[in-house]
């Protein structure tokens, strides 16, 4: 597989005719993938989505994901990102480095621990951590979306929450110096899990990769090198001098 950002294919645009069982906005939609140059470089790499390019954009700027890292994909269907990942940090069957987590079928990845479970259940975190045999992690990734429902503040709501869950998984497992990325959409409370991430990571930023559309309100919320346990001692530590 090629990490390399695709360039626009020279082709055609494939004009998509008007079916029976299909409305206005599904043949708009069929058109858009095919004509997409990521889905179209997706499947001569062998990617299994077009959301594969996200996360190589995000790492080519940002170098989050180095070889020997272990790493968590919360929301990990269809499984592009655990391809990237396990790619980058050199994962290998047998001795997996990369673990996923996703309600959703999701086909076997060589070199990943996949769990078919609702990262919302209470035994969740345990079964991620076990995966990984109980070791820290260096990399939190989440692209989880909740259903949407077409009510752009509900739907605003639901990925803040799936983010903020992911936050504070993050803070549990990461070891310092970690990394953490997850999906938000624009026009919710991206700019108040910033000013949380602040507390626990040195670098944190907005991110909106070339893969991602430019007419999607998707984004990314980043936080690089953790310092959370840190801040937490300090803290523990005034407070009993107080």
């Given at each position: 597989m090629n990490d390399e950002t695709p360039a626009a294919p020279r082709r055609l645009k494939v004009k998509v005719k008007t079916a029976k069982r299909r409305t206005q906005s599904s043949n708009r939609w069929l058109e858009r993938q095919l004509n997409d140059p990521y889905v179209i470089r997706s499947k001569a790499d062998g990617y299994r989505s077009r959301a594969a390019y996200k996360l190589i954009e995000i790492d080519d700027k940002y170098k989050l994901l180095s070889p020997g890292n272990r790493v968590v994909d919360l929301?990990?269907?269809?499984?592009?990102w655990l391809q990237v990942a396990?790619?980058?940090?050199?994962?290998?069957?047998?001795?997996?480095?990369?673990v996923g987590i996703d309600y959703l079928d999701v086909d076997p990845v060589p070199g990943t621990v996949i769990l078919k479970k609702d990262f919302l259940d209470a035994d969740a975190p345990d079964a991620l951590h076990a995966a990984l045999g109980?070791?820290?992690v260096d990399v939190v990734l989440s692209d989880m979306a909740a259903p949407a429902t077409g009510h752009k503040k509900t739907d605003q709501l639901k990925i803040t929450y799936l983010c903020e869950i992911a936050i504070d998984f993050a803070r549990k497992t990461l070891r310092p110096g970690g990394?953490?990325?997850a999906k938000v959409l624009r026009g919710g409370t991206e700019t108040q899990l910033l000013a949380e991430l602040k507390r626990d990571?040195?670098?944190v930023a907005h991110v909106k990769p070339?893969?991602?559309r430019s007419d999607s309100a998707e984004l990314y919320v980043l936080g690089k090198n953790f310092r959370g346990r840190v801040a937490e001692a300090a803290a523990e530590t005034d407070d009993g001098e107080a």
């Open positions: 929301g990990c269907a269809p499984g592009g396990v790619a980058r940090v050199g994962s290998k069957e047998g001795a997996p480095r990369v109980g070791h820290a990394h953490f990325v990571f040195a670098i070339p893969a991602s």
